[in-house]
């Protein structure tokens, strides 16, 4: 049987079966007296040089003491008695936060671990997860354990809110929760109090919504920014008239802030005074201006002034109130084009997040897949008919490559030691099938759906997982274009006006003084404006179009070619016989006298013909905009080899970025829309996942590559 045929039977094997990435599960077992190693390992099911394996400190033959921790992979088929006192180590489900810090204690004599649970308000549990050790031995005297400390929450308080200590705000054009936060002093989380009504998804306010906002006891908002305060150390020669003229303050205002001028006559070189901080119109704060960032716990000047590369005076000048203090919470407020070690989306700061670093093995993803696999319709029996099918329906080529890339990333998930379980149903292209099978599906248990291809079950299962209790996000692979509002979809294909835009701008940055012509079909007649809106000195090259063919004059086209300077080639079109002739023609008038180089804002199908050279293409030196990068060979080439006997394609290499990416995220999280608003950009093998909310219409990915042919070689241009 061919490899080809080998690689299906392969992956509907796991379809049909279904699915789970497990890491290694642990049981502990605290021998007995009378107990043996291999009575143990009988009673697991497992061979005793397995329990040699995990617990290094015993040696074959040895008497085992009473009470000895044994640690026991779960390999076997039956767990130990309900008498005995063991514990799950790798499989404990329950959801729990992040600790949001750790304190160290010394175990005295006589101490257990319940009685150090009961001390610090957590479980035992708790307190083993981050101390490994405690799995495999007993506590003992002067042991040192990291002890987690979880933020308390009261429980289901509702606070009373008393008109006289809060104001309505009206919303001013760009601004967001995070540029009013700032301007107001306040935190997220009392912005978000006093208005339960906005939503946990996104940033976005419309211009003119009204927001309750705190304010101090017969103060207003005005009077509240008026009384932030900068110090100012009076330098030579300083007198009223330049205090005003710098500041905005007059001299009385500035003599009754500062008392001590009176009683030494005067202002008084040296001498350090208060001034008030200039109030700022709604205006002067949004995202036009600045960028803003939300202080995490544990972060202080140092912290900052790194992480932002900035000197803690500049950081003042842009946040005063930081002299009273770094507190979590605050929002701070940056320069619009600050660099630093941090990514900006929609405005706000991004922490960038090592996600392989900040995984939580106690997080178990439950994932539904849904593609259409269409096993109904392929004949195994027969290779020649399979082979055909396949080729003919790009629907199942997909869905099986997708499929199996998905695999090999289950596999390198486990190694990590997260436990997957992943449920696959076949929706063969049927909106039909696709409700039955969700009729069957407790969709509530997910925490997210991979699929499917068509845009009527996408729809479908975007609706039904949006009112299952908690909305599930739902993963369309490829590209999906849809006219209705789908919320909780995250759109992994970047847009074609995004990878334009993308391609646009890069444009930009290299075009001087280069002779810029643009050859574009009629239904590329808003692409062709586009660009020459962008480049208003481009030329046009005029196209014949007849009913069945189309080709370029190639007279006029000559005549609009520069000796003097480059030409650079924009080619808009999705016609598959235009491409190969305006590809040749091209590279036929790129000479030494003449240089010719090809461009695209949009690489489609057309640009795939079989009749077009790569040599010309390289000669050219023909630049797009791509959602994906050749994959050399990697750990996952190598992986995906020895699985399926073959490289693989474009869908398979899609296919595990998209599920290792968000299955990395869930096991950091467990919650993709969270995740999605704090991780910056991700990138694995040949695909780049940046998410940003719409308002109204899901998630969709905004990164992207440039793409170039050089030396016969296809290459992602470093921006």
Known sequence: MSQFLKTIFCVSFFVLLGCKAMAQKFTTHAVKRGETLESVAKQYRVPPSTILKYNKEIKAGQTLAPNTILVIPAEGTTAPPPSQNTEVATDHVTAQEDPIGFTSHKVKKRETLYSISK????????????????????LKKKMVLRIPKYRKIAPSETPTLNPDDYETYTVAPKETRWSIAHKNGITIDSLLMLNPGLPKDTDYLREGQELKLPRKAGSSIKAQEARLFTSY??????????????????????????????ERGGL???????????????????????????????QNEFRLTRKFGMTWTDLLKYNPALSNGVKAG???????????????????VLDKIDLLDSINTQNVPQILVLLPFRFDRLDMADEAEVKKDIQLRTDIKASLQLYSGALVALDSIADLGISVNVKTHDNELSLTKTKELLARENLSNYNAVFGPLDVPSLKEVAIQTASAGNAIPVIAPTRIQSDLSLPNV????????LLRERM?????????????????????????????ERFPEAKIAMLIEEEKNISLHLDKFVAL?????????????DNAKLVPSVSSILNSNNTKEVKVRMFTTNKNKAFDNEAISISHLSNLNFTYPSVYREVGSNAFVKRYSEKFGDAPDRFAVRGFDIMY????????????????????????????????????????????????????RVKEIKL
Do not use: H
């Open 233 to 262: 150390t009076v330098p030579p020669k300083m007198n009223f008239y330049q205090l005003e003229k710098q500041f905005g303050v007059k001299s009385d205002e500035i003599v009754r802030l500062n008392p001590e001028i009176s």
């Open 330 to 348: 605050m929002v701070l407020k940056l320069p619009k084009g600050q660099v630093g070690n941090f990514e900006v989306r929609n405005s706000l």
């Open 561 to 573: 070619l520069s000796t003097e300077k480059e030409n650079w080639v924009f080619v808009e079109t």
């Open 490 to 497: 995250f759109f992994s294909y970047t847009a074609e006006k």
């Open 119 to 138: 001390r610090y308000g957590i479980t035992e549990e708790q307190i083993k997860r981050y101390n490994k050790e405690l799995y495999s031995s007993q």
């Open 268 to 298: 008084k070189e040296g001498m350090v005074i208060r001034l008030p901080q200039k109030s700022l119109d709604a205006g002067d704060v949004n995202t036009d201006n600045y960028i803003f960032y939300e202080v995490k716990p544990k």
């Open 504 to 532: 646009l701008a890069y444009m930009d940055t290299l075009v001087t003084d280069q002779n810029i012509i643009i050859v574009a079909d009629k239904k590329n007649e808003a692409t062709q404006k586009l660009i020459s």
């Open 661 to 712: 990416d968000l299955l990395l995220k869930l096991a950091y999280k467990n919650d993709l829309f969270l995740i999605s608003k704090m991780v910056g950009e991700t990138e694995y093998n040949g695909t780049k996942f940046s998410y940003e909310k719409d308002p109204v219409s899901g998630y969709y990915n905004q990164s992207s590559y440039i793409i170039t042919y050089d030396e016969m």
